[in-house]
C-alpha cells in the first residue's frame, strides 16, 4: 500500500477518454456531475471543490477564467494537495491520480477549467500536469 504522503503524479483528461481504462491511474471527476454514460473505468471519486461553480456554466472565457482562478485561491495548494490524496482509495498501489471532466479538448478553440488548474498549479508549485489525449 502506497504511503499517503507520497509525491502524487496529476493528469487531466476528459470523462470519454476510453483509454484510461488501461492506464496505471486513478480517475477522479472535478466535475459537479458524473457522466451520464457508463465509462469503461471506475471514476474513485469527485472533488467538487475544483469544479466551476453552476453560475459560470455558458460564461465567456474572459469572464469565466477569473471567477475560477478565485475559486483555487480561495482553497490553496495545500488544501488542494489534500483533496487529490483524500480521493486515492486506500488500497491504491499508484501515485497517478487523472483530474477529468467534460470538455474534448482536441476540438478546435475548446478551453476548460481542468487546463485552468493546471497551469494555476504550475504558477503556484512548478509542477506540469499534461492532458491524457
Known amino acids: 500500500m502506497p504511503n499517503r504522503k507520497m ?13 484510461i481504462a488501461q492506464m496505471d491511474v486513478i480517475p477522479v471527476g472535478i466535475s459537479l ?7 469503461p473505468y471506475k471514476v474513485q471519486g469527485y472533488i467538487k471543490e475544483l469544479a466551476p461553480t ?9 469572464e469565466y477564467k477569473p471567477k475560477y482562478l478565485a475559486i483555487l485561491e480561495s482553497l490553496g495548494v495545500e488544501k488542494i494537495t489534500q483533496l487529490i490524496q483524500a480521493s486515492v482509495p486506500a488500497h491504491s498501489e499508484t501515485n497517478k491520480v487523472v483530474l477529468l471532466c467534460f470538455e474534448d479538448l482536441r476540438k478546435q478553440d ?3 477549467h481542468r487546463r485552468l488548474f493546471a497551469e ?5 508549485t512548478g509542477e506540469t500536469i499534461c492532458e491524457m489525449q
Open 33 to 39: 456531475y458524473p457522466p451520464r454514460w457508463k465509462t
Open 110 to 112: 475548446k478551453w476548460c
Open 54 to 62: 453552476r453560475d459560470m456554466f455558458g460564461l465567456p472565457f474572459e
Open 120 to 124: 494555476w498549479w504550475r504558477e503556484k
Open 7 to 19: 509525491k502524487m503524479q496529476i493528469f487531466t483528461s476528459r470523462y470519454s477518454n476510453n483509454s
